[in-house]
């Protein structure tokens, strides 16, 4: 057991809950491309990986650049690929030079969008009060929000890692109902893992994200604790992919360099 390990709570109990439904989490696996692809890039990438996973159980995402989202659209039609952004603003109207609104998203058909990406915090200023605005619009405009939390390397050292992140994950979810926490996607980046090619271990990984459903636990209950889904990211690639899906409480991943190699990322999307 690591040091880490040591101070992660265990899973919570609500005694006013009477009955404990049967809910099996799916796997939610999702590429974030980051500033990479032109479209005709990602027409070529979608028509060469769409195939590849068509039997899968899990759920796939891509969440593209802006550019790129309405040939990915309709690349993907047909497919059980779906598509996101990577971020959105939180007014739908305005003049917010550069910036596009969940409204503009959903008016072409994107289901996803990645809020609070650990780069949108330490280039671009986002703040967990953006954060939390961000996911407020997205569900206004029906969209499904992948929430990203995160410690850096120097607050895991100072063994702050349940601290930062269950924070972050409390102040996103902040004003939100039951049914809108049940709806959104969580994903764990250790910043520290991302891009670097470290990855956290299963266990540590696992432990962190039973320290999230643990605070969701808290505040919303049992129930709704089960039924969030939380994604691992951080260096997932097809050789550690399967180790990492396999864990109690990590219901896939996001998924970053390796979402951009067509074969590869099918091979983390059929674990």
């Not at 696996?29 to 039997?55: C, H, R, S, T, Y």
């Not at 990406?117 to 986002?126: D, L």
């Not at 050292?157 to 269950?166: D, L, V």
Request: hydrophobic share 35%; glycine share 8%.
């Amino acid at each position: 057991m690591t040091k880490n390990d040591k101070n992660m709570k265990h899973f919570c109990t609500v005694p006013n809950v009477s009955k404990k439904e049967d809910f099996m989490r799916r796997k939610v696996i999702a590429g974030n491309w980051k500033m990479n692809m032109l479209p005709n890039e990602a027409i070529d990438f979608i028509e060469k990986f769409a195939p590849q996973v068509e039997k899968t159980n899990n759920e796939v995402i891509l969440c593209v650049p802006y550019t790129d989202l309405f040939y990915a659209l309709l690349t993907a039609q047909g497919t059980n690929v779906k598509i996101g952004a990577q971020n959105m603003h939180f007014e739908e109207t305005g003049a917010y030079t550069g910036e596009v609104s969940g409204k503009m998203l959903k008016s072409i058909g994107v289901e996803y969008v990645i809020i609070g990406h650990s780069e949108r915090r330490q280039y671009f200023n986002e703040t967990d009060e953006t954060v939390n605005k961000k996911i407020k619009a997205a569900f206004v405009n029906e969209l499904k929000p992948i929430v990203c939390v995160g410690e850096t390397l120097e607050q895991r050292e100072a063994n702050k890692t349940e601290e930062i992140i269950t924070k972050q994950t409390e102040l996103a979810l902040q004003g939100l109902t039951q049914e809108q926490v049940e709806n959104t996607i969580i994903a764990y980046e250790p910043i520290w893992a991302i891009g670097t090619g470290k990855t956290a271990t299963a266990d540590d990984a696992n432990n962190s994200i039973k320290a999230i459903r643990d605070k969701i636990c808290q505040i919303y209950g049992q129930m709704t604790a089960e039924r969030v889904i939380i994604q691992y990211g951080g260096s997932v690639k097809s050789t550690n992919a399967k180790e990492l899906f396999e864990m109690s409480d990590i219901d896939g991943g996001l998924v970053g360099g390796a979402s951009l190699k067509p074969d590869e990322f099918a091979k983390i999307v059929n674990f």
